[in-house]
């Protein structure tokens, strides 16, 4: 795109766009892309592919969630931080772009007009969310519908009439392009650090013994753990649940996949950085984990799921360090700022109440 406003004032275009891309067959020409086999949605990067630390910097976007000013921020964030330290920067989000925050539609074009930026875009990579995945079309309704709740985009796209202007058609366009958009994007990345990234979770224990060759991360469960399932910060172990995609995981669990996918791998697989659950700090390492860490990581203000509040201190993206959990970086939130931008209904409640949700 020509213009970094272009997302605000230009959405035809960027839906134009956007359209084009996805006629292209394979591949979108993504960071990591020349890893995939095909269409597989799980990658494992080798040593080749990995962008050299001494002239670049890896940022990690956790869940947005219609949070525009917070993608912003943190986007101008890391950019200036890498400039500084005459880098340039990659950017990885985690997936979640959308439902629970006031902008939806917004952060979806404003992600668009990065990768339509050909020079941009083979440094950046996305992690598909289960809020992301999930958005579908009933072709015999002429609806779009979700499998989660709020789904408050896919409202959006439905609604005969929006306050944004947007015109319905083109609304329609840009939820059929998202759909097609995801369905391309990986459920998760292995990098030779031993560094896994996921939107969510890892294949639970009753897939590991199915799991004998890398193609067998990539069979329709483990892709759906790798997207709906969250670590217990507590238990040791938790029994599968197919019953429910966000079944949970405990600790032991992680190890036993850690050891599998390193066995498979025949690299380490030794850490995990994920989004999918809030915190009103922006970020939760989960301590329990000692032998193989989790990181998890929000890039909103908005914490944890509602428009006025509560609201966070501040926001979170986090930097790839070698061999290591990547490096939280906090930046502090403006409360007056955020109400402003976010129109409050009311003033918010005491956090602490509401401090982890999905």
Not at 77 to 84: D, G, K, N, Q
Not at 159 to 188: M, V, Y
Not at 205 to 230: E, G, M, N, V, Y
Not at 299 to 316: A, F, K
């Amino acid at each position: 795109m020509s213009s970094p406003n272009d997302y605000f004032n230009k959405p035809e275009e960027i839906v134009d766009e956007l359209e084009s891309l996805l006629k292209e067959e394979g591949p979108l020409g993504l960071a990591f892309d020349d890893c995939r086999k095909g269409n597989q949605q799980v990658i494992q990067v080798d040593g080749d592919h990995v962008p050299d630390p001494e002239r670049n910097d890896i940022w990690f976007f956790g869940d947005i969630h219609g949070d525009l000013l917070g993608m912003i921020v943190a986007i101008k964030y890391a950019e200036a931080t890498s400039s500084e330290a005459g880098k340039v920067p990659w950017f990885i989000f985690l997936g979640d772009f959308t439902d629970r925050g006031p902008y939806d539609y917004l952060v979806l074009l404003k992600f668009y007009s990065l990768i339509l930026d050909e020079e941009k875009r083979k440094r950046i990579c996305v992690i598909a969310g289960n809020h992301d995945e999930c958005l579908e079309y009933g072709a015999d309704l002429g609806r779009f519908y979700a499998t989660v709740d709020p789904a408050e985009f896919t409202d959006w796209l439905n609604a005969k009439e929006d306050p944004s202007g947007l015109p319905s058609d083109l609304r329609q366009r840009l939820g059929h392009a998202t759909i097609k958009f995801f369905k391309r994007i990986p459920r998760a990345i292995f990098l030779p650090d031993g560094l896994l990234i996921a939107h969510a979770g890892v294949p639970h224990t009753d897939l590991h013994d199915t799991i004998k060759t890398f193609d067998d991360f990539d069979k329709p469960l483990c892709r759906q753990d790798f997207a709906w399932s969250r670590a217990h910060e507590r238990a040791p172990k938790r029994r599968p649940n197919r019953d429910s995609k966000g079944h949970s995981f405990g600790r032991k669990d992680f190890e036993v996949f850690c050891k599998k996918a390193t066995e498979v791998l025949k690299q380490p697989v030794e850490r995990m950085l994920r989004g999918h659950d809030h915190y009103i700090d922006g970020h939760r390492y989960y301590t329990k984990y000692q032998q193989k860490q989790i990181l998890t990581l929000n890039t909103r203000c908005i914490q944890p799921d509602m428009m006025d509040g509560p609201y966070s201190d501040c926001l979170c993206v986090a930097r790839w360090e070698k061999g290591k959990l990547p490096q939280v970086h906090r930046l502090e939130a403006c409360r007056d700022e955020l109400k402003r931008v976010n129109r409050p209904s009311s003033e918010s409640e005491d956090p602490n109440e509401t401090d982890r949700a999905e």
